[in-house]
């Protein structure tokens, strides 16, 4: 089993991504990580999917993700294929910085976004294996709380679904 990153392109419909998500459901595959945004082009959104599958099962998920209506085109990629990050967001209480949390801040190039008046919001952009790290280390830190979003992607191989849909016309 390979982790694999799905790029969906479709249009912005209401229910689009249940119909999606029941494609994984139905064939009892687990969704790592999920997001959606729009794209660079008016109209049309990008759903990003982190999965871990068998070679045959990512090609059956994206040409099953490609029937689906309003889906543009769907594409899938191995790691190696994409630059990806994720976000991940630690609360910890004020009394808890301290210098040896500020050098944790600073060797993982974190930064604090938020000062409040009873804890602080330290930020962090990276792989989930090195947002994850951080996850354990601030725990001795009394974390009070952790948010980490879906993985965001960009594929490496040159391609745009602009061309795709231009030559759909």
């Not at 229910?15 to 139905?26: C, K, Q, V």
């Not at 040896?100 to 330290?122: D, P, S, T």
Request: charged share 25%; proline share 2%.
């Amino acid at each position: 089993m390979n982790r694999y990153t799905i790029l969906v392109y479709t249009e912005n419909f209401i229910g689009i991504l249940n119909r999606i998500t029941i494609i994984f459901t139905r064939r009892g595959i687990n969704i790592d990580a999920l997001t959606a945004s729009e794209s660079r082009l008016d109209g049309i959104h990008k759903i990003t999917i982190e999965v871990t599958v068998t070679e045959e099962q990512i090609i059956q998920l994206t040409k099953q993700i490609e029937k689906v209506v309003d889906v543009i085109k769907a594409y899938c990629f191995k790691d190696e294929e994409v630059v990806y990050q994720e976000i991940a967001l630690y609360k910890v209480p004020i009394e808890s910085l301290d210098p040896g949390l500020e050098k944790v801040i600073r060797q993982f190039n974190a930064h604090i976004i938020a000062a409040e008046k009873e804890f602080v919001v330290i930020e962090f952009t990276g792989h989930k294996e090195d947002t994850q790290a951080l996850l354990e280390i601030l725990k001795p830190f009394n974390l009070l709380e952790f948010s980490r979003s879906g993985r965001v992607a960009i594929a490496k191989p040159k391609f745009s679904v602009q061309e795709y849909l231009n030559n759909q016309t």
